[in-house]
């Protein structure tokens, strides 16, 4: 099972780029704070959806013990029937540290609308030139 | 059968992404960001990635989206591009 010969593995790649692609577009071409911000969580997803793209195999299950309650012996387990669980539990922090690193970015966003009134970043940096000249 | 689905939750979730970059309603972008999200978490569990997406569903399309809001309300609704 090769890198990215998984189970969607061409498909899945044209995708996560397509959305990467996306995300950088909407960072740098936007203007707007919020939309920055957008594009930066579509860009994260993008490579949460390329890691987890590496994990799967064709024709393989979840990553649970079919038989895990019966007999008393560990049953034996072939591991091309189950998905990779290693990348999938790895994606499961980046998700939750990402929502953390939206929640800062959302707090600064408030603190910069208090201050200037304004989330444009053109307009913003006029204000911040008007500010540092004066 | 699986590929197929997979190609259409990728366009799907492709054409949400287009449509939460472009959009010039702030509001309209969030809520078209969750959809993404939850075109994402359809995607992972036909990848056989569960944890990841009942944890999207919750993390990602619930929370994301309640701290988007709840900015997007305090500050400006429009943008200009």
């Known amino acids: 099972m090769g890198l990215i010969e998984g189970a969607a593995g061409q498909l899945n790649t044209v995708g996560y ?31 949460i959806l390329f890691v987890v793209s590496l994990s799967a ?13 019966g007999g008393g012996a560990a049953p034996v387990l072939d591991a091309a029937q189950y998905a990779n669980p290693l990348p999938q539990v790895l994606m499961l922090t980046a998700i939750v540290v990402g929502v953390a690193i939206t929640g800062v970015a959302l707090a600064l966003l408030l ?5 200037f009134g304004t989330l444009e970043e053109n307009e913003l940096l006029e204000r911040l030139d008007a500010s540092s000249g004066s | 059968m699986i590929g197929s689905l997979d190609v259409v939750l990728l366009v799907l979730s492709v054409v949400c992404a287009v449509a939460a970059v472009q959009v010039r309603d702030l509001l ?9 999200s939850l075109f994402m ?3 992972w569990t036909e990848l056989g990635a569960v944890d990841v997406a009942f944890t999207e569903a919750a993390v990602g399309a619930g929370v994301t989206t309640v701290l988007f809001v709840i900015t997007v309300y305090k500050t400006d609704r429009v943008s200009r591009d």
């Open chain 2, 28 to 36: 309209a972008s969030v809520v078209l960001l969750a959809a993404f």
């Open chain 2, 41 to 43: 978490c359809l995607l």
């Open chain 1, 111 to 115: 603190r910069i609308h208090r201050q």
């Open chain 1, 57 to 69: 195999k064709r024709d393989a299950s979840i990553p649970i013990v079919l038989d895990g309650h």
């Open chain 1, 17 to 47: 780029i397509v959305l990467m692609m996306i995300g950088i577009y909407a960072m740098t071409g936007k203007s707007n704070l919020v939309k920055k911000l957008v594009g930066m969580n579509i860009f994260q997803w993008s490579i």
